[in-house]
T-cell receptor, first 110, second 113 residues
Framework: GQQLNQSPQSMFIQEGEDVSMNCTSSSIFNTWLWYKQDPGEGPVLLIALYKAGELTSNGRLTAQFGITRKDSFLNISASIPSDVGIYFCAGQNVGNQFYFGTGTSLTVIP | KAGVTQTPRYLIKTRGQQVTLSCSPISGHRSVSWYQQTPGQGLQFLFEYFSETQRNKGNFPGRFSGRQFSNSRSEMNVSTLELGDSALYLC????????????FGNGTRLTVT
């Protein structure tokens, strides 16, 4: 099935650094979602975006719904060791179908 | 509010066998979706059920089937298991309609030997 283009594929950063990742699609979406998945667990919803241009924060996380409705980004400020995991974006189209990015693996070096 | 519950957490089967996985959605969520997650393919959509009816279906062979009960609980069945079916199977529930994100369970890790 369709997958979103998510980048970067992996990141290795020092604790305290900021992180940025993004997702792009050739199709427009009505909703953008960001999830984090820890090993052996299911994805956990971090942020949901419902409107083009919307900028939403959840603690140190900030995500934006692109104006074109074809992209979204997630920023993590002042990273800490527990931020380690795989981050997925997901888009929901007008038919209520969800499409997922390939994931960004984040490693935080203390 | 309890989250999405999937059972069992781990399963080991041999080729040719069949398997049934179970999912209990968040209370009040009537839409249940199933995904297969593998390192190489990422999250692949299997199917979605709403009000006991399959609403959407991904590109998986007919060996993969599912159903939903009147209490919104769902089961997924895989028959004639193949080695390539080894994966993490995730169930997600949501409220029907738009503006309702998916909430995932912790998955069932299926290993086919």
């Amino acid at each position: 099935g369709q997958q979103l283009n998510q980048s970067p594929q992996s990141m290795f950063i020092q604790e305290g650094e900021d992180v940025s990742m993004n997702c792009t699609s050739s199709s427009i979406f009505n909703t953008w979602l960001w999830y984090k998945q820890d090993p052996g667990e299911g994805p956990v919803l971090l942020i949901a975006l419902y409107k083009a241009g919307e900028l939403t924060s959840n603690g140190r996380l900030t995500a934006q719904f692109g104006i074109t409705r074809k992209d979204s980004f997630l920023n993590i400020s002042a990273s800490i060791p527990s931020d380690v995991g795989i981050y997925f974006c997901a888009g929901q189209n007008v038919g209520n179908q969800f499409y997922f990015g390939t994931g960004t693996s984040l490693t935080v070096i203390p | 509010k309890a989250g999405v519950t999937q059972t069992p957490r781990y399963l080991i089967k041999t080729r040719g066998q069949q398997v049934t996985l179970s999912c209990s959605p968040i209370s009040g969520h009537r839409s249940v979706s199933w995904y297969q997650q593998t390192p190489g393919q990422g999250l692949q959509f299997l199917f979605e059920y709403f009000s006991e009816t399959q609403r959407n279906k991904g590109n998986f062979p007919g060996r993969f089937s599912g159903r939903q009960f009147s209490n919104s609980r769902s089961e997924m069945n895989v028959s004639t298991l193949e080695l390539g079916d080894s994966a993490l199977y995730l169930c997600a529930s949501s409220l029907p309609g738009g503006d309702s994100p998916l909430h995932f369970g912790n998955g069932t890790r299926l290993t086919v030997t």
